[in-house]
């Protein structure tokens, strides 16, 4: 059973910076596929980053191109999202997943067996 405990929210204003971090307990290997996603009130859950832990395969949202840096510490056993230039519409609970067992086809689209409890941003302009 993997346990994932996210951590890092805050509030900030409007071009500010803030890292999320992902700590994954239980078992996790290579061929995990883990991503952050978010869901702000009244709007679904979207996608923000996923990484293929084996091979650092990273894929983004069109919304936080050029503005988020997912990342892996395999000793901590820790997933990081860095996001800058943060703006009003990053306000949202922060969600890190884990999927097991995908390999290369890591992607936004895949089966996500764990998640976390979540991590609140808050960005004002």
């Known amino acids: 059973q993997v346990q994932l405990v996210e951590s890092g929210g805050g509030s900030v204003q409007a071009g500010g910076s803030l890292r999320l971090s992902c700590a994954a307990s239980?078992?996790?290997?290579?061929?995990?596929?883990m991503g952050w996603f978010r869901q702000a009130p009244g709007k679904e859950r979207e996608g923000v980053a996923t990484?293929?832990?084996?091979?650092?395969?990273?894929y983004y949202a069109d919304s936080v191109k050029g503005r988020a840096t997912i990342s892996q510490d395999n000793a901590k056993n820790t997933v990081y999202l860095q996001m800058d230039g943060l703006k009003p519409d990053d306000t949202a609970m922060y969600y890190c997943?884990?999927?097991?067992?995908?390999?290369?086809?890591?992607?936004?689209?895949?089966?996500?067996?764990?998640w976390g409890q979540g991590t609140q941003v808050t960005v004002s302009s």
């Open positions: 990484i293929y832990l084996g091979g650092g395969n990273i």
């Open positions: 239980g078992y996790t290997y290579s061929r995990t596929c």
């Open positions: 997943a884990a999927a097991n067992d995908v390999g290369w086809a890591c992607s936004m689209n895949s089966a996500w067996n764990y």
